[in-house]
């Protein structure tokens, strides 16, 4: 029973993690119009643990890799699901697309953006931002690392440094479909973790 007990334990931590790092991505969408589809390596630290992965992206569709899980999120299906492949198991999650996309260049909220100058990032002249934002009547900061030719930020930090996330070996072009759906033969289940609301919410807190 303990052994079963620390399984769901270190399930729940690992779907958690990924739900995170996939919230930080699909909450600053809202910063760009993306025109092509991409993939990268992807590097993110949050609220102290390292995520470190494979992301694909294609129009409104998301797909996360690590060793462990993939997430895929499905903004034109509003749903997220989480897959277990060592498991062949996947948990779907509710996603509403209004609540973090905006159809500007400018991130939800933004008050006030501020070119603090250049820097380069993977190999890449970025031109470094300063954004205010609002986030539920609450003034936030966070910073943007924006390379010439691709208007998805390379980097994206938190005023505190409270979490990074930063895009790696990124390659333009089209994306398979079939990375976008749950692969035949997994079994769906349910495991309680943080909505995607909440993980939206809380991360500029």
Known sequence: MAQLEKGEYIMKNQVKLISI????FI?????VVLAEDFSADILSNTQGQTFQG???FSKDKIRMETPESISITRMDKKVIWILMPK???YMEQPFDPASAVATSEEVNGEIERKLLGRETIDGKMTEKYQIV??????RMTMFQWIASGFKMPVKTAAGD???????KNIKIGKQPDALFEVPPGYE??????????????GLGR
């Open 188 to 201: 769906k289940f349910s495991l309680e973790i943080p909505s995607m609301k909440d993980i939206l919410g």
């Open 54 to 56: 494979k992301i694909f």
């Open 87 to 89: 498991e062949k198991t």
């Open 133 to 138: 934002y609002d986030q539920d009547g609450k």
């Open 27 to 31: 909450l600053f969408l809202a910063s």
């Open 21 to 24: 790092a996939a919230g930080i």
């Open 161 to 167: 440094n409270s979490w990074t996330m930063e895009y």
